[in-house]
């Protein structure tokens, strides 16, 4: 028993003392970073479909988030600088398909994807190439608001590149014919859909250009389809076509498919409008506007003009009376008026007096012609006569007084008046040197040579010795 136990630790100890084999051992940093090397190395630019979860934006600007499926999911990473990628596409439960790098993330040990592209699950290589061309175009400034030519206010002419058989044509023209029917349009047709369509339309541009510099005369191009699938418009999404609308002299509209669609020629144009009508209501916007306000103008004018005048005819008013009111004349014309005015008044009452009666008469004799009563017309007749007689009496006698009351006024001045006083024997002494009135014997002296004016004449003496009043 004893030796089959020390059999055993004989075997354990000859176990124990065999020489040990050389160990690498390595740091965790080291060991994480030999792992990321081979997985970079091995995998380089993968694509993953997905469903988006836990998404996070941070302050930083970096998008962090989860790619899953139904059995796994892998840690994703949207760096801030990273440019030409959809993030709009990025949302809690949207499919998408991923492009980037294996990556791993040293201070955690941790594999994650480090994205460089995405699109919606579904579109697929089109929506690719479309970003890529528009990351691109992009990064050579051909999207640049810089280099955006403004569009004609008032375009005289204008080049349609578009199907000569499609309704984005049909559209502008009724548009155009509706809002200013005096807009030329020049169209230049080619396909819209299918292989070689960009081509097409790309040399349509050219054409254009080439045919407006020749004497064409054009103001600006419009390029146009309506709306469709993705595959519909791509003709539009090529670069052969943004190349050309790049290289055109003339300023080109894009007007492509409906409101939410959105081609790489509207991104090069000069300006994208929603829709073809709404492209053609942009071309003749400032016809429209112009029309406008000259009709409004026109309907203003005239209260302007009459508004104007009326303020001026207003302020001559104003000048006219307020000359009026301090004119020297002012008193004495108001004088005269209030004599005209009694006289007027006078006037006015006999005649208003005899209007009536007239009209009396007139209607008594309408009352009587339709009855025809003979003798009572006689009697009427003399009965009007008798108060005409009478009413001329009166006012004549009127008349005579306000004449007598004036004769009275004016023998009243009369005897009020120098000469009057005169002519009852009186005289006036004055010194014929100086003029003066003599009020006073005490005034004058001895030898004075005075003037005396009688009613008729004048009399010179020579005061002898003056005899004061007793």
């Not at 997985?39 to 993968?46: K, P, R």
């Not at 840690?75 to 492009?99: N, W």
């Not at 040197?433 to 004048?458: C, F, M, N, Y």
Request: net charge positive; glycine share 8%; charged share 25%.
């Amino acid at each position: 028993m004893a030796r089959k136990i020390t059999s055993q630790w004989d075997f354990a100890g000859d176990l124990f003392s065999a020489p040990k084999p050389a160990r690498d051992v390595v740091s965790v940093a080291d060991f994480t970073r030999r792992i990321r090397d081979v997985l970079e190395g091995q995998f380089g630019t993968v694509w993953i479909r997905g469903e988006v979860s836990n998404y996070r934006l941070q302050t930083s600007g970096h998008a962090y988030f989860v790619l899953k499926d139904a059995s796994s999911s892998v840690s994703c990473v949207l760096f801030r600088g990273q440019t030409g990628v959809s993030r709009a596409l990025l949302r809690d439960g949207a499919s998408v398909i991923l492009g980037g790098a294996v990556t791993v993330y040293e201070p955690r040990g941790q594999y994650q994807l480090r994205v460089t592209h995405v699109e919606a699950e579904g579109i697929g290589a089109l929506q690719a190439a479309f970003e890529e061309l528009k990351r691109r175009l992009s990064s050579e400034g051909l999207f640049d608001a810089a280099r955006k030519r403004p569009i004609p206010a008032y375009p005289r002419a204008v080049g349609i590149v578009t199907s000569a058989t499609g309704a984005a044509l049909r559209d502008v023209l009724h548009v155009i014919g509706r809002r200013f029917a005096g807009l030329r349009v020049v169209l230049a047709p080619a396909r819209v859909q299918g292989q070689g369509a960009a081509r097409e339309i790309a040399e349509g541009v050219r054409w254009l250009n080439e045919w407006s510099e020749a004497g064409g005369g054009l103001d600006v191009i419009l390029v146009t389809r309506g709306g469709g699938s993705l595959e519909d418009l791509w003709a539009f999404n090529e670069e052969v076509l943004a190349r050309a609308l790049a290289a055109s002299h003339l300023p080109v509209v894009s007007a492509v498919g409906h409101e939410i669609d959105f081609t790489i020629s509207d991104f090069v144009a000069d300006l994208r409008a929603a829709t073809p009508s709404a492209a053609a209501e942009i071309l003749t916007a400032g016809y429209v506007a112009s029309r406008e306000r000259i009709e409004s103008l026109q309907s203003r004018l005239p209260r302007l003009l009459y508004g104007a005048l009326a303020d001026r005819l207003g302020q001559a008013d104003e000048l006219q009376r307020r000359l009026a009111r301090v004119h020297p004349r002012r008193r004495l014309e108001d004088h005269g008026q209030r004599l005209d005015e009694l006289v007027d008044a006078l006037r006015t009452g006999v005649s208003r007096a005899l209007r009536e009666r007239r009209r009396s008469g007139s209607v008594l004799g309408q009352r009587l012609l339709a009855a025809r009563p003979s003798a009572r017309l006689i009697r009427e007749v003399r009965r009007q006569q008798e108060l005409r007689r009478r009413l001329l009496g009166g006012a004549k006698l009127g008349l005579n007084a306000w004449r007598e009351r004036l004769a009275r006024v004016q023998d009243r001045l009369r005897l009020l008046s120098p000469e009057a006083v005169l002519e009852r024997g009186y005289s006036i002494t004055l010194d014929a040197a100086t003029g003066a009135v003599v009020r006073d014997a005490a005034e004058i002296r001895p030898g004075q040579k005075l003037t005396s004016r009688l009613a008729k004449g004048r009399v010179s003496s020579v005061v002898v010795e003056p005899t004061e009043k007793e």
